[in-house]
C-alpha cells in the first residue's frame, strides 16, 4: 500500500536518510527500530511532509505522492500520532478530534455533529471516553487513545505511531496494542516506532531497522531472533564487555535508612534501608509511587510524616540542597525538564552540582573545570566537540551520561536514579547499567526505579515492590525473579 | 568563517553606525580637550548612555533569571526625590526635620540602600512566585507616587556643589557619570563572573526545577539579582538627579525601563532567561544612545528616533536569531 523507495533528506552537513527503502501492507504492523540518531524520526517527518526530501520517491496506493504538510499527508490518508501528544489539553474531547475539519452549519460548527463523530471513532476502538470530557483531564494513555480516534476520523489508512508506548503502563500497553490489532483486521497500516524489543514480539508482523541513516535490516518477526536485531540495530555484535558484571555483593554498613516516610495523596509510609553499594530497585507499576518514592527521599517533595537518616545522622525537614550535602544525589525521571540546563553548556551543566556543593564564594577556575568535563567526556564516552556545545543540542543517551557525570564528580555516597535508561538508545543503556555496577562494586549506593523489570534483574540485588502507592513486598536472592515481581505487581500475595 | 561571538552583532551595529555618521558629519569622532577635560560628540554619546547602561547591567542579571523588572525606572525616581529631599529638607516634605547640612556619605548612600531595599522587595515577590511581570509592574507604578510623596509633588532643586559634581564633573579628563558607569560594570562583571553568582543566575533561569533539584537556591539568587537590579537603578537616579540638579518625580527615569530591556536584547541576552551577556549590553546601551544621539544631531524629530530604535531592535534580535543566521548562511552557501 505505502511504498517508500531510496529516499534521502540532507541537512546542512549531514545526510540524515540515506536512499532508505520501506514498504508497507495492508493489515500489516510494521516496526521502525534503531538507536537515537538512526534516522526513525526523520523517516516519519519526511513521509509526513514535514521536511521537504532531497530524493527518492513515495508511493501511496501505486500512485507517486508528494506530502507538503503533515496535514497534507493526513488528506492522503496518512496520519501520525507523535510522542508529545499534539493535542489541545484545553479543549474537550470532541473538539480534539474534529479540530481543523469541523461540520458547519449555517456557517456555525456544528457540535452535535462533531460528537456523533468523536462516538463512532471511539467506538470503533472500543473505547467509553465521554467526548465532553476536557482532554487534559484523561490518563496519557486515554489522550493517546483520542489521538488515533483523530486519525481514524480522518479516514487515515496507514497509521504512524511515534513511540506510543514509551509513558503507558503495562495495563495500558495491553489496551493500545488491543486496539491495533483490531485496527489491523480492519485492513489499517501501521508504522510503530519503538525503544522496546519486547513489544514488537508481541505486536508486530515485519521490522526495519535504520543505522545512521541508511537500512540495516528488514526482517519479518517470526524469522528475527532477537539477538539479530539488536546487533543489526547497534551494527555490531553484543560484546561481553557491554553485559554489565555480576551483581557486586553489598556490605552491611546502612548509608540510608527510610522509616515510615510519607506524604498524602502520593505515597503511603514506607521503611527501607539501604547498604553500601548496594543497587536497590524500586519496581512497580507507573503511578504506583515509584517515582514520588525518589522525590521524597530526596526532598524533592516534602514528607509529612516518617524520619531518614543517612550515614546514621537524621536530616530534619529535607530540602534537595540538604540531602546534596548528605551526599546524595538524583537523576530525575523527566530529563527535558528537571535534567538538563537548556542553552547552558555541556560544561556548565556537568560542574553544576559540584560548583553548588562548594558555594557561589569558592567558583572552580575555567581550567580546572575543563579538566573534570574533558576528563568525565572521556570516562563516559559522551559524544561531544567540545565541553561549550549547548547540552540540549545532544542525544538523549548523551543528556543522560553528562547528568550521571554531574553527580559523580560530586562523589556523592548515594544516588537516586529515576529510570536511567528511559528514552536512550541501547548502546547507552548498556553503557549506563555497567556504570551502574562498577560504581556499585566501588561502594556508591544507588535506588534506582525502573519500568522495565528486566532491567531492575539485570542491575538489582534487591528489590523493593511497589503497588497503589504503597510498599508490598521486598524481594532478593531466589525470590527476585520477573514471575514473582509480576505476580506481586498484579495482585498476588507478597 | 569563523563563528561570531555573542557580543561581536550588536559590536559591529556600532561601529557601523559610527562610521556612517562620521562620514556623515566630519568631526562626530573628534575629541578635543578643553578646560584640561575631553569633550566632543563621542564623549557626550558615553556620558548620556550612563543611566540606561547602569539600569540595563542590573536587568540582564534579572533577565538571567527568567524575570524582568518593571519598577527601575520608578527606583531612579525615588532614589532621586531621597537625595534631593536629605539635601535640601524642603518644608511640607518627610525630610521638613532634618537640620544642618548632611553629610555627603547620607545624601548618597541612604538613596541607593533605599533603592537597594525596593529591589530587595520585587525579589522577594517574585521569590515567593508573582510573576515577575505583576510583581514588578506594582513598584513601577506606585514607585513613582512614593516619590512624588518624598518631594511632596514639587520639583525639588538644590545648588550642592558636591551633589552636582556627580552628574556634571570630571575626573582625570571624563565625566564623572562615566567613570562610575565603569566602576559598576567592573564590579558587577566580577562579582558575578569570578564568583559562581553567575553560573547559578543562567542556571535559575535555564530551569527552576532542575537547578533546585542540585540544591541551588534559587529564591535567595533571585533577591540577589533583583537588589542589584535595584541599587544600580539608585546610582542612575542619583546621577540623573545630579544631572539636573534637582529631583523631577514625574519624569526622572521615565520609560528608561523599556530601554533598558531594549539593551539587554540587542546585547544578545534571552527574554526566557538562562544565558546572559554583560558585555553585550554594556554595547547595546551605547548602542542605543548612539543612534538617538546621531537622529537628534541630523535634526530628526524625536518621534522619529523612536521608530529608528524599533527597527534597529528588531534588526538585532534578527541577527542574533540562529533560525535567521542559519537561512542567511543556507541562502549563501545555495
Known sequence: MLEITNLSKSFPGVRALDDVNLSLKEGEIRALMGENGAGKSTLIKVLTGAYPRSGGQIRFDGELINPTSPADAQRLGISTVYQELNLAPNLSVAENICLGDEDRRYGMIDWKAARQRSISALDRLGIEVGPNKLLGSLSTAQQQFVAIARALDRQARVLILDEPTSSLDADEIKALFSILKRLKDEGLAILFVTHFLGQVYELCDSITVLRNGSNAGDFSVSECPPDQLVSAMLGRELTAEMSHASVAQSSDEVVLQADKLGRRHMVGQLSFELRRGEVLGLSGLLGSGRTETLRLTYGAETADTGRLTVSGKPVERQTPRKMMQAGLGICPEDRKTEGILPGLSVRENLILALQSNRGWYRPLSLRKQNDIVNEMIAKLGIKTPDGNKPIDQLSGGNQQKVIL???????????????????????????????????????????????????????????????????????????LNEAKIMEIIAGGKA | ??????????????????????????????????????????????????????????????????????????????????????????????????????????????????????????????????????ATLALMVAGRGVAQLLTNGQIVTFTDERMSALGNGFWLGLPIPIWIAAACALAVFVLVRKSALGLFISATGASERASYLVGIPNKGIKVFAYLVCGLLAGVAGLIACSDIKGADSHNAGLYLELDAILATCLGGTSMTGGRFNLAGTIVGAILMQTLTTIILTRGVSLEATLITKAVLVIGVCLFQSPVFRAKLTREKSA
Open chain 1, 405 to 479: 557525570a554531574r553527580w559523580l564528580i560530586s562523589n556523592p555516597q548515594i544516588l537516586l536514579l529515576d529510570e536511567p535508561t528511559r528514552g536512550i538508545d541501547i548502546g547507552s543503556k548498556e553503557e549506563v547499567k555497567s556504570l551502574i555496577a562498577r560504581l556499585a562494586s566501588e561502594g556508591t549506593s544507588f535506588l534506582l526505579t525502573s519500568s522495565e523489570i528486566e532491567e531492575i534483574l539485570e542491575v538489582c540485588s534487591r528489590t523493593l515492590v511497589l503497588r497503589d502507592r504503597e510498599m508490598v513486598a521486598e524481594l532478593q536472592g531466589g525470590e
Open chain 2, 1 to 134: 568563517m569563523k563563528r561570531l561571538g555573542p557580543t561581536s552583532v550588536p559590536l559591529i551595529g556600532l561601529v557601523a553606525l559610527l562610521l556612517m555618521n562620521a562620514a556623515l558629519s566630519p568631526g562626530f569622532l573628534a575629541v578635543t580637550v578643553r578646560d584640561g577635560h575631553l569633550s566632543g560628540s563621542i564623549v557626550d554619546v558615553f556620558l548620556r548612555a550612563v543611566p540606561v547602561l547602569l539600569l540595563s547591567i542590573g536587568m540582564t542579571l534579572v533577565i538571567a533569571t527568567g524575570g524582568v523588572d518593571l519598577s527601575v525606572g520608578a527606583v531612579m525616581a525615588i532614589a532621586g526625590a531621597v537625595a534631593a529631599g536629605i539635601l535640601v529638607h524642603p518644608a511640607g516634605t518627610p525630610f521638613a526635620n532634618i537640620s544642618g547640612t548632611p553629610t555627603m556619605l547620607a545624601v548618597l548612600g541612604i538613596p541607593i540602600a533605599v533603592a537597594a531595599t525596593a529591589g530587595a522587595f520585587n525579589g522577594l515577590l517574585v521569590a515567593a512566585g508573582i510573576q515577575p511581570i505583576v
